[in-house]
């Protein structure tokens, strides 16, 4: 070899080393999938993409595989895997309830305790359920306090509206020890003659609703609640102010937002489903911590399996969030931390052998601009849940395309209707799948795609070209393999 092709030799390794280098593109990838991707303006190489039946020992589809990308709340994926590995699918959360005082003729003299442990499954039913067991205990009327033990967690402080600017959106709600329907408030909007009442679902003693709404003709109600602007002005006031438009033809309608933190909102549900059960509470509300002493009541959540279900198939954030806390505290020790999670998390990948080197957590729900994991690390806990015993658990919990969940309505009237478990993972430049496709030959495969890029809400076109290309192609091929490197990509945290 003539010494300058071997500096040119010597050079061309060099960059694809450094990951400057991008093989052919779409070598590979069915047609319409490329195409689809062209239509959006989505280079192919902000898109990782890993297909591999699970009976095969290699991908029939592997690009970008190894590049480190934001997966949005794909990575619930990943926490729900390390929770029925770590926890068991039995696994459930209590909330401890103690009578600080005595019970005589249905009156409690003394404070109500209740310590919670992050049980995220306390919906407004299971909230009445627990109220209903500390009634067949006595307590009908508390003469003193409610004390709330929140020490199960050790949380930093939490601006709900750090993330994108909408601090009332129920995903951006906090985690916390005692949560109570999601640190969700349901309002209703009930147009009058000439103006439009706000009612709360559960009564809200001590805050103000003001409705500033302007009442309009007309029966278009599509996109009602972007016309809505909701506002806490003075931190020293409980009031909520609702600016906006809202049009006569929407009728009443339902709106949920989570107004306070986690504690509040919990006390507000609490003494609003007590009231409304006929019972009193005279005292105040105010952090405590529980007795060394046996509880009157361990209130039992839904089992992990069902909790997992609401989590994945409605890619519920703050379920998540406490699940990922609960991991590093069964694992650690109370309190749980966000460090004691995402260690618990690795801990448990570690111990399935799926690779953690790329992996970024923050908590382990996907509503982060830092989170990161592979295609590739994605496809093999795909693979390792597949073999595990607890594939029936860990599939069942996902969304099905074109009938229920999150993809209810994605896909729909494809060939793939029923026939793909996927995770779907949203944010402004993401979008992700990851899941099993069921091939028309009977064939179950694993599928992940992610893209990073600024038209990532353009790519469900190409989503649906490549599943359809995978529910109806026969995978007995050659593998067809390119490892090259995201390049720029990967180190671009998505806003």
Not at 31 to 59: K, M, S, W, Y
Not at 150 to 155: A, G, P, Q, R, T
Not at 408 to 420: C, D, E, I, M, V
Request: charged content about 20%; glycine content about 10%; proline content about 7%.
């Amino acid at each position: 070899m003539m010494p300058s092709a071997r500096i040119a030799s010597r050079f061309l390794a060099g960059l694809l080393l450094a990951g400057l280098v991008v093989s052919a593109r779409g070598a590979g990838f069915p047609a319409v999938f490329t195409e689809a991707l062209n239509q959006a303006g989505i280079p192919l190489g902000r898109v990782a993409v890993v297909v591999q039946p699970l009976d095969a020992a290699a991908p029939v589809l592997s690009h970008n595989a190894e590049a480190a990308l934001n997966p949005a709340s794909v990575m619930k994926l990943v926490t729900s895997f390390a929770a029925l590995n770590q926890l068991g699918p039995g696994y459930t959360w209590t909330t401890d309830v103690w009578a600080d005082g005595t019970i005589a003729d249905g009156v409690l003299n003394g404070d109500l305790v209740i310590k919670g442990h992050g049980d995220p499954t306390l919906t407004l039913e299971r909230m009445w359920l627990l109220q209903r067991e500390l009634r067949a205990r006595g307590v009908r009327h508390i003469r003193g306090d409610l004390v709330l033990d929140l020490s199960h967690f050790d949380l930093p402080p939490i601006d709900p509206g750090a993330f994108d600017g909408e601090p009332f959106a129920p995903y951006n709600a906090a985690p916390g020890a005692l949560v109570a329907n999601f640190s969700a408030m349901t309002l209703r909007l009930k147009p009058g003659a000439d103006q439009v009442l706000i009612v709360p679902d559960i009564a809200l003693p001590g805050v103000t609703l003001t409705s500033r709404l302007v009442l309009v003709d007309g029966a278009e109600c599509n996109g009602w609640k972007d016309a809505l602007t909701p506002a806490l002005p003075d931190p020293e006031r409980l009031e909520l102010v609702v600016t906006g438009r809202y049009a006569r033809g929407c009728g009443e309608q339902a709106w949920s937002l989570s107004l306070f933190e986690p504690a509040a909102t919990f006390d507000f549900i609490f003494r609003g489903l007590w009231a409304e059960s006929g019972g009193t509470l005279t005292g105040t509300t105010v952090p405590g911590m529980a007795p060394q002493t046996e509880p009157l009541l361990k209130f039992a959540s839904e089992p992990l399996t069902e909790a997992l279900t609401r989590l994945n198939k409605y890619s519920n954030n703050l379920m998540t969030r406490n699940l990922f806390l609960t991991l590093g505290a069964e694992r650690y020790g109370a309190p749980a931390t966000p460090e004691k999670g995402a260690r618990a998390v690795r801990d448990v990948l570690t111990q399935r052998g799926i690779s953690t080197r790329k992996l970024v957590l923050e908590n382990g729900a996907g509503l982060s601009r830092i989170e990161r994991i592979s295609a590739d690390a994605l496809t093999q806990l795909l693979r390792a849940a597949y073999h595990s015993p607890l594939f029936a658990e860990f599939q069942s919990a996902l969304p099905i395309v074109a009938i229920d969940g999150t993809l209810k309505h994605r896909f729909n009237g494809s060939p793939l209707t029923g026939n793909a478990h996927l995770k779907t993972g949203t944010l402004r430049d993401v979008s992700a799948l990851a899941g099993y496709v069921y091939t028309v030959n009977g064939q179950r495969v694993s599928f992940v795609m992610l893209v990073n890029h600024p038209n990532a809400r353009r790519s469900e076109a190409a989503q649906r070209a490549l599943l359809e290309w995978v529910h109806t192609t026969p995978h007995g091929l050659q593998p067809v393999v390119d490892r090259s490197p995201l390049g720029q990509a990967g180190g671009a945290a998505p806003r």
